[in-house]
């Protein structure tokens, strides 16, 4: 529950569910234990951490999001920052990393030794491997990796007035294809976020949730009379199948959501998977299942 803490603190003081979800996602990013966000994020199939993130607010469904940023501490502040100061809501590559500079966003190696480590080992397996050479053949090898392709930092915050914001942060799968966009970055795949229904985020397979747009599809379900839980549900047993997957790779989707009054759910295709969750009623955040699909 790294970081809970920092988000509950915003939102007792009365903070806005945008900083404390912010909050939230700051900690996590800094974390070098999680492999799948920011700093110690697993690389791509040349060595590169790549970072996706985004930012909704549901009263307005003003959007900002960044994806394929490198060598930034915080992707998630620089998603705030394209809502806040462009006419845009995605940024890529390059372009976001050359807005990140504009602002001063903080700048750092984000590669750890332990991430770097389960990198090349997992080159290991492919004695020829040459990242000058065409990649292709090595991600499609290297995916079939259940421990490291999948995982994503996703809060949803509500805030004493009501309002409702969607943050996400990843580093993606390792060992992907360069450039490799996931759902994290993208609106309404990754997260979506509107005051007058609820708001939805995933984690897991993001080439899933974008083909089945779930976030979006979660909240679009809630607008037509769903409940929270049966919009989680049917959301994700309606996901597309895994065609054009290889056979025998594990494809868990996880999503979280909350309704315009505050209820929540969180559902999941894997048996494991947990939630964490507080709100004022109690007095710490909390790890719990989430219902299986
Ligand atoms: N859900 C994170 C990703 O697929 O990159």
Known sequence: ????????????????????????????????????????????????????????????????????????????????????????????????????????????????????AVYRKGLHRLPDFDPAGPLAEAVSELVVDPDHVTGTVNVIARDGQGRLVTVTSTSGWAWKYPGRAGDTGLIGAGNYCDDRYGAAACTGWGELAIRGALAHSVVQAMKYGHDVAAACHDSLADLPAAAGIPQGVDTPINVIAVDAAGGHAAYSTSPTARYAYWDGDLAEPEARPRTIV
């Open 1 to 116: 529950m790294v970081g809970m803490e920092e988000g509950r603190a915003v939102l007792e003081a009365g903070g806005s569910a945008l900083d404390a979800a912010e909050a939230v996602v700051r900690v996590v990013e800094d974390n070098p234990e999680d492999h799948t966000v920011g700093y110690g994020g697993y690389p791509n199939i040349v060595g590169q951490v790549e970072l996706d993130a985004a930012v909704m607010i549901g009263a307005t469904r003003q959007a900002g999001a960044v994806a394929g940023l490198r060598g930034v501490r915080h992707p998630v502040s620089v998603a705030r920052l394209v809502l806040e100061q462009l006419p845009h809501v995605l940024l890529v590559g390059e372009g976001a990393m050359r807005f990140a500079a504009e602002c001063g966003a903080e700048t750092r190696d984000m590669l750890t030794p332990e991430a770097d």
